[in-house]
Nanobody, 116 residues
């Protein structure tokens, strides 16, 4: 079982940067994919970015060119560097991982608010 703790959320002005971190603990050697999702008020949770075990990445169209996902396998940590933030990026951001059994684990979420 994997436990996830996000950090780095907060309030930022439009155009500014923010970096999210997610530290995994527990059975971290079983982790394959790591990713970030977000959920805005009144909307469904959506995928933001995923980074696979081999380093390949996948981004939502809305964040391509602005967000960068990375991971440190030794530390069991995944990061999301967010640049050129816009008010539409305001949401609760959730870290998630998938292990080799296909089990997905979620963090508790961290609020990101972008002011115009």
């Amino acid at each position: 079982q994997v436990q996830l703790v996000e950090s780095g959320g907060g309030l930022v002005q439009a155009g500014g940067p923010l970096r999210l971190s997610c530290a995994a603990s527990g059975s971290t050697t079983s982790i394959l994919d790591m990713g970030w999702h977000r959920q805005a008020p009144g909307k469904q949770r959506e995928m933001v970015a995923i980074i696979y075990k081999n380093g390949r990445t996948n981004y939502a169209d809305s964040v391509k060119g602005r967000f960068t996902i990375s991971r440190d396998n030794e530390k069991g940590t995944v990061y999301l560097q967010m640049n050129s933030l816009i008010p539409e990026d305001t949401a609760v951001y959730y870290c998630s991982v998938v292990n080799y059994r296909g089990t997905q684990s979620w963090g508790q979420g961290t609020q990101v608010t972008v002011s115009s």
